[in-house]
């Protein structure tokens, strides 16, 4: 396996991956921008909208109608976050050319069709359909709602929002219903423009084809986005890793109807994060505390006492933060906290054995070697060093620096952990607790 990344214009760049051991290929681009209110909503539509249809194949049956013709192809907008970053684009899978009935190409009409997409989409008195923004406007805010279907990933949703209130963080990637209500034609195609003059365009190849020939395929497509921004060159993505404020930890307590509670809680990971020599640390310090079923979390809050339905750990190595999630009776609240915290102690302490920390290890090492059997999970992981501008080796090299990790460095990275708010989603008609 093969990987490039170069500079294809100004603020253009294409990563390519190289290797025989898929049967599809994929291509994507992506447009970077920062994540910011009163902008997410608009430019999360975008993609939604440029996929409706395109100046050849200006409908959606079309444009469907041609993927059928390639294969069976598949091309569909993407909208993601990662850190502060707002991730916008369409993302393709494709047969690979070596597998064709007829020894017929497919990477090349399937590039072609996603330059045209994104460079001459359906248009109407010079702008982006009314119909095609006021059904996207619809899909979006169903988006944005639908998020309070799941109430676990609601309340992480709501953990974030009020631990991260006055970053950028803190914004959703779809924006906010009211952002989504108001949108127009006129609005979507101003933030189409802004993306297509301002962005940083990352373009991702994994398939078969040689490098030349994958430049050859993108050509018309990068000639095309620098015909629209010229030799303008894209601001540097930040990521602002905020020290916890001073004070008591912050709780915030939701209600509805619910039977079954939510507790999550927010830590700053103390500036560990992609970039730095303690970034493996951070992912063994999670998996060992509650990211997999034999850690601190699973086998002692939830199995040994059975205070939590679930309990389980998570990071965010861009922005620095750690958080927990867990499912709890409303009246365990507290005992359940009390046990998360004492859990957290324990491994500040150093108290887990030689096993445990093999475990913890093992599973970080085989997420990161499993990604090279995914071809979505290469182009996420392409996609974070994109954001991050962390090149410093693919999933093979960062599961070997994981391999390296002592006890110690895992304990400090524990000492450096600060809960920064809690999150509770309670019931109707229990006031009395929080």
């Not at 391999?403 to 009395?432: C, F, H, N, P, W």
Request: with cysteine; net charge negative; proline share 4%.
């Amino acid at each position: 396996m093969d990987v490039i990344r170069e500079p294809l214009a100004p603020g253009v760049f294409l990563t390519a991956i190289r290797t025989g051991k898929f049967k599809s290929a994929t291509l994507s681009a992506t447009f970077l921008t920062p994540l910011e209110r009163g902008r997410a909503s608009a430019n999360a539509a975008v993609p939604f909208i440029l996929r409706r249809g395109c100046r050849e194949w200006p409908t959606m049956e079309a444009v469907s109608a041609r993927l059928d013709e390639l294969y069976g192809g598949m091309l569909e907008p993407t909208v993601r976050s990662k850190g502060e970053t707002q991730c916008l684009g369409l993302i393709g899978s494709f047969l690979d050319d070596p597998y064709t009935l007829e020894g017929e190409s497919v990477l090349e009409p399937a590039a072609g069709l996603l330059a045209q997409l994104l460079l001459e989409p359906a248009t109407q008195e010079g702008i982006f359909r009314p119909d095609y923004v006021d059904g996207e406007r619809d899909n979006l805010l169903l988006a944005i709602r639908a998020q309070m279907n799941d109430k676990r990933q609601y309340a992480t949703l709501r953990l974030i929002q009020e631990m991260c209130r006055t970053e950028a963080y803190g914004v959703d990637r779809y924006g906010a219903e009211e952002e989504a209500a108001a949108l127009t034609p006129q609005s979507a195609w101003e933030a189409y423009q802004e993306l297509l003059a301002s962005a940083q365009v990352e373009l991702h190849y994994c398939g078969s084809a040689d490098l030349q020939r994958v430049r050859q395929v993108l050509a018309p497509l990068v000639e095309g986005l620098r015909a629209r921004r010229g030799e303008r060159t894209p601001a540097a993505l930040r990521c602002a890793v905020v020290d916890r404020p001073q004070g008591p930890v912050r709780t915030v307590v939701d209600r509805l109807d619910v039977t079954q509670g939510k507790l999550c809680m927010g830590f700053r990971a103390g500036g560990a994060r992609i970039g730095r020599e303690d970034y493996p640390a951070l992912l063994v310090f999670n998996a060992l505390y509650g990211g997999t079923a034999t850690s601190k979390l699973f086998l002692n809050v939830r199995e040994k006492l059975s205070l939590c339905y679930y309990a389980s750990a998570s990071t965010d190595p861009v922005k620095s933060l750690c958080a927990v999630s867990s499912g709890v009776e409303f009246d365990r609240m507290d005992q359940a906290q009390e046990e998360i915290l004492t859990q957290l102690e324990a491994v500040r302490a150093g108290a887990f054995t030689d096993e445990e920390l093999k475990s913890a290890k093992q599973a970080v090492i085989h997420s990161f070697k499993s990604a090279l059997d995914s071809r979505s999970r290469l182009e996420q992981f392409y996609l974070t060093a994109a954001v991050t501008g962390v090149w410093d080796g693919g999933p093979e090299e960062t599961a070997r620096r994981v391999e390296s990790v002592t006890a110690q460095e895992v304990v400090r990275i524990a000492q450096g952990i600060e809960l920064d708010t809690v999150y509770r989603l309670m019931g109707k008609g229990d006031e009395d607790r929080a």
